[in-house]
């Protein structure tokens, strides 16, 4: 048998393994019934709004040529949004008070600014350049 595909094997065993402790983990809790809710909310979130808006975010900046600088704000806004998200829904008072000692609602939006001027800010400079060369008809 061919090396690759015995490690590939192997590794598939792990993870069907793994998954097989999750499940029994999950199973022996008293409340696993909120666990599988909040599993198939994920689910329904990932598959029904997350894909279809990075699927759609990305056809529209297929052909641009600065698609790298949006794609690295989008990464770097989505990964700040999925980090502070949880901690903004979350119902009720934070169980330990130093958990949200500042206003994270204004700071997601003071961050998610400056990744936008981040990504426009090169993207004008771009512009600026190309315009001041075809006026002064220059290539450099």
């Keep these: 048998m061919n090396p690759l ?3 590939r ?22 409340a696993s019934g909120n666990v599988l809710v909040w599993l198939a909310g994920a689910l329904v979130v990932h598959d029904g709004l997350l894909a279809p808006l990075v ?4 056809l ?3 052909g641009r040529p600065e698609r790298g600088l949006w794609r690295g704000a989008l990464v770097i806004a989505g990964s700040v949004v999925l ?3 949880p901690l903004l829904l979350r ?10 000692p500042l206003p994270y609602g204004r700071n997601l939006t003071i961050v998610l600014a400056a990744v936008a001027v981040g990504a426009v ?6 512009l600026w350049r190309q315009r001041s060369q075809r006026r002064t008809g220059t290539d450099g």
């Design 9 to 30: 094997y192997a590794v598939g065993g792990l993870g069907v393994g793994l998954i097989g402790l999750g499940a029994w983990l999950v199973a022996a809790e008293p």
């Design 121 to 126: 800010l090169p993207h004008l400079v771009r």
């Design 60 to 62: 529209l900046i297929a």
């Design 83 to 85: 980090v502070t998200l």
């Design 5 to 7: 595909r015995t490690l």
């Design 55 to 58: 699927l759609a975010v990305g």
């Design 91 to 100: 119902p009720g008072p934070a169980p330990n008070p130093s958990a949200l």
